[in-house]
């Protein structure tokens, strides 16, 4: 198969394209690098089946030759990013998505979204199940990726719908592993880069906010089975294991050895309270299940950051 990967440079973006390159796929990536790094492709770069295109997706679509796939990950994915670059998070929602959308209509190629498990908003119903419309607040400081995502999803089910174009939503939840940024402001990223320089880590609220969080190698495997065997209704990827921050806090402080102390700091505004997928369709369907578990998945992640947070220092 021949594959368009869009957000390849991104941290679940470049994973994807190497996994697909191990089972023979022909991959064509394709960043602007607002989000993404060169450094996150230098693992594929050389391989002769993999070819990149330096482009906003926002802008018209031309890749030359057959494509069998397009898998559309471009986006900011993580608050700071898309609280600082507010417009172009719902450019790349709306006009990149319809965009994508339209590569796969004309080369009559099938089509997976990479939504998430923020289109639930703060969500009343726990756990959540992919026939929950969410909570989501349109005009708040979220709204951007919340409604960008939502609206990603009916424009995906409208291409569907009205030209047969054969689609994937995947509703991804809370993902780590190698790769992410340092500054990225997610939680395990901030924790860990916190623990291994000696920081306080930095908890919003009191942390008894809830998040499940899966190692990346297994939401790849997930994307994969749901091209395969999926249908064109949305599909959770998430690991059900909930775990509250202040827990997840005390848990790389211990995992890195460190002596860092925890501070509090005032949530920020609509941060979701509880977040845990739901994913009895994925088990059905799919076949799927997490497998890492995540003191394995934390322990690999903080190796990492180890080198990086070095490397920064000197």
């Known amino acids: 198969m021949r594959i368009l990967v869009t957000g390849a440079a991104g941290f679940i973006g470049s994973h994807l394209c190497a996994a697909l390159l191990e089972r023979k796929c022909d991959v064509v990536g394709m960043d602007n690098f607002i989000t993404g790094s060169r450094e996150n492709l230098a693992p594929v770069a050389g391989h002769r089946r993999f070819r990149f295109i330096e482009h906003n997706v926002t802008e018209y679509i031309n890749v030359d030759g057959p494509v069998d796939w397009v898998l559309h990950f471009a986006s900011p994915a993580s608050p700071r990013d898309y609280l600082e670059l507010p417009i172009q998070t719902l450019k790349v929602g709306a006009l990149g998505t319809h965009n994508a959308l339209g590569v796969a209509k004309a080369k009559r190629a099938g089509f ?4 998430t498990s923020e289109v639930y908003g703060d969500p009343l119903v726990h756990p959540q199940r992919e026939d929950y419309w969410g909570n989501v607040n349109p005009i708040g400081p979220r709204g951007v990726y919340d409604e960008a995502k939502r ?36 939680a395990i990223p901030a924790f860990m880069t916190q623990a291994l320089s000696g920081a306080p880590l930095t908890v919003f ?3 008894s906010q809830t998040r499940s969080f899966q190692y990346v190698s297994d939401l790849v495997e997930g994307l994969w089975l749901l091209m395969q065997h999926g ?14 921050l202040l827990d997840l806090a005390k848990q790389i402080i211990r995992l890195a050895g460190s002596r860092s102390e925890i501070i509090f700091r005032p949530l920020p505004e609509d941060d979701p309270k509880i977040r845990q997928p739901d994913i009895t369709r994925a088990r059905t369907v799919l076949g799927w299940q997490p497998r890492v578990d995540i003191d394995e998945g934390l322990q690999r992640t903080l190796e990492w950051f ?4 070095k490397d920064v220092a000197q």
């Open 205 to 207: 609220g009191d942390g």
């Open 231 to 244: 249908d064109e209704q949305p599909m959770n990827l998430g690991n059900p294991q909930e775990m509250t």
């Open 112 to 115: 997976l979204l990479a939504s």
């Open 151 to 186: 609206f990603a999803e009916a424009m995906t089910m409208a291409y569907h719908r009205t030209h047969k174009v054969d689609t994937r939503v995947v509703r991804i939840f809370n993902t780590f592993g190698e790769r992410m940024r340092l500054n990225d402001g997610r």
């Open 306 to 309: 180890r080198v990086r947070v």
